[in-house]
């Protein structure tokens, strides 16, 4: 790769070839990862969680569809308050362009349901087969009896997996003591007594889990999420995003252990960042839409660092203002001003409609014309 232009981040293209091998990253611990396992899994908890919570006799969040009232702790809704969904996704939309203006593509990283999920098959991976080195060279070895049992373990953990994730999000709509409590009896075998909405939602939920994290995987982070693609427009000199220090890490080269070439840079080219990559890529190529933040390059790095007695940071979190312009970066920006306004309004809004709304209104009026009369012969 070139030299980047001066005072400017180098932008890689990214391979979009959506035939491109399977990934197996490394899972490392660092500070970064840390972080990213409790948000990744609490998130996972409360969603998990949420179905089965009470609010005053009846489920604390339920949507129910087919007698389309819809309940969120003590407030219920009905079809006329659907515009509050759409302002309530204007506020998720609008919120996700201020946090991308101010750290990028954090939210891919940290909790976006897609690398959840994919987090959690990856390790079931790792469970059954081991580490990276080992599940790259089980993809490489030929079909056997051990091979094909292995692969079934896998693929029915995932099917539970998937299961549970369909069942869950079925039932904020059907709801817990529907989903759960309908049963008949087929010979001695208990079955499910669902209708066949139900069947069909579990179905493609199923599928859809199934796919995406045991399949798709980073393919939908590159291929497939828009948010991937027009991120990039919203960035500025002040996003704080994951780079690699190319002037202090170039030219990049192996060497021993406590001694530091004057003809090389800090970066020793163990390839750590890209073993580590749940997207593959290589972060020393500069700037890429398949980069999700996750900062995993980052923490591998870093324990290269301490290894080898060189500083951290050879790749971290910075702006571009900060790592090619040499200046500081401006955290309070009018762009950041603006949305945090507009959400202020919005949310202002929906507070003020909430708690001024009349949850059941009756306007009772005499009719003008007779309403009835009696005829005597």
Known sequence: MSAPQPNKIPVHEVDLNATKKRIHPKFIKGFYQNIRLVVMYSLLAIFLILPWLRFHGRQAIWFDVPTQHYYIFGMTFL??????????????????????????????????????????????????????NKRIKFDKSPMGPKKIAKRSLIYFIWFVLSAITAATFVSYVAGTDYLYGSWQMIGFIPFPDWPTWIWVSMFIFTFATYANAGYMREQMCIQICPYGRFQSVMFDKDTLIVSYDYERGEPRGARKKGTHPENLGDCIDCTMCVQVCPTGIDIRDGLQVACIQCAACVDACNEIMDEVGYPRGLIRYTTERQLAEK???????????AYL??????????VYALTDRVPLEIDIRRDRNQLSSVNQQ
């Open 327 to 337: 200046e500081p970066s401006k955290v309070l920006r009018p762009r950041l001003f």
């Open 79 to 132: 079809t006329q308050d659907f515009y509050f969904l759409a302002v309530f996704a204007i506020i998720a939309a609008f919120t996700l362009f201020m946090v991308t203006v101010f750290a990028g593509r954090v939210w891919c990283g940290y909790a976006c349901p897609q690398t959840i999920w994919t987090h959690l098959y990856q390790h079931v991976e790792k469970w059954v087969l081991g580490e990276r």
């Open 341 to 350: 306004t507009l959400l202020a309004v919005l949310c202002g809004g929906v």
